[in-house]
């Protein structure tokens, strides 16, 4: 069964770095998102991607936060000067056609900013 | 802004017992409603998608039910197993956008 895949599945990063958190989307998808969760929050939203371009953005998504569609793969999530307080778990989710289909989630990399 | 609501927060039951799970949302101008499973440290694997023209849908012992004018949805699990335990977490995905909006939560323990 397609799934969506997500790399590395946990990294640890010193406050200030840059990281990079890699996914591969189903193939035919064509909308692509990231959400975070917060240790004992809820998962919130932080943007959406389709047609090469972010279509939605959250509040969180500062201009710390970068995301690209390198290739026909992979899409990623960077984050430029990292906090302490970006320590959470990432998942990466896509859809076929958008809000009226079914998102399918990676299972996550849990990002620990020390 | 859609809030969605996820009672109770957690829920202890003995293996065998059915599990009703709630969720509540305040817009009802939804696409549909998506219910998942949550192992501790791990992923969001998708157990259930309402479409919001439909009232219900099942998948073996699970059937979840969407009342969009109350802004309500329920979880059923039948006959509970131990392999049961986890949290589900409820989103709505709401019409003006391409968005989920998460209920925090139930956290469920299947007692053998």
């Known amino acids: 069964e397609p799934e969506v895949t997500q790399t590395p599945s946990h990294q640890v990063t010193q406050m200030g770095q840059e990281v990079i958190l890699r996914c591969v989307p189903i193939?035919?998808?064509?909308?692509f998102y990231w959400y975070r969760q917060i240790l004992g929050q809820k998962v919130e939203f932080l943007v959406s991607?389709?047609?090469?371009?972010?279509?939605?953005k959250s509040e969180i998504f500062d201009d710390q936060f970068s995301v690209e569609r390198p290739d026909g793969s992979n899409f990623t999530l960077k984050i430029r000067s990292t906090k302490l307080e970006d320590s959470a778990m990432y998942f990466c989710?896509?859809?076929?056609?958008?809000?009226?289909?079914?998102?399918?989630f990676g299972q996550g990399t849990r990002l620990t900013v020390v | 802004k859609q809030e969605v609501t996820q009672i109770p927060a957690a829920l202890s039951v003995p293996e065998g017992e059915n599990l009703v799970l709630n969720c509540s949302f305040t817009?009802?101008?939804?696409?549909?409603l998506q219910w998942f499973r949550q192992d501790p440290g791990k992923g969001l694997t998708s157990l259930l998608l309402?479409?919001?023209?439909?009232r219900e849908q099942t998948s073996g012992r699970l059937n979840a039910s969407l009342d969009k004018s109350s802004g309500r949805s329920t979880l059923y699990i039948a006959a509970s197993q131990p392999g049961d335990s986890a949290t589900y977490l409820c989103?709505?995905?709401?019409?003006?956008?391409?968005?989920?909006?998460f209920g925090a939560g139930t956290t469920v323990t299947v007692r053998a």
């Open positions: 817009d009802s101008a939804i696409y549909n």
């Open positions: 989103a709505v995905n709401p019409r003006d956008d391409y968005k989920l909006s």
């Open positions: 193939s035919n998808h064509l909308y």
């Open positions: 309402i479409q919001s023209s439909q």
């Open positions: 989710a896509s859809s076929l056609t958008g809000g009226d289909t079914e998102a399918f």
């Open positions: 991607f389709y047609n090469n371009e972010i279509s939605e």
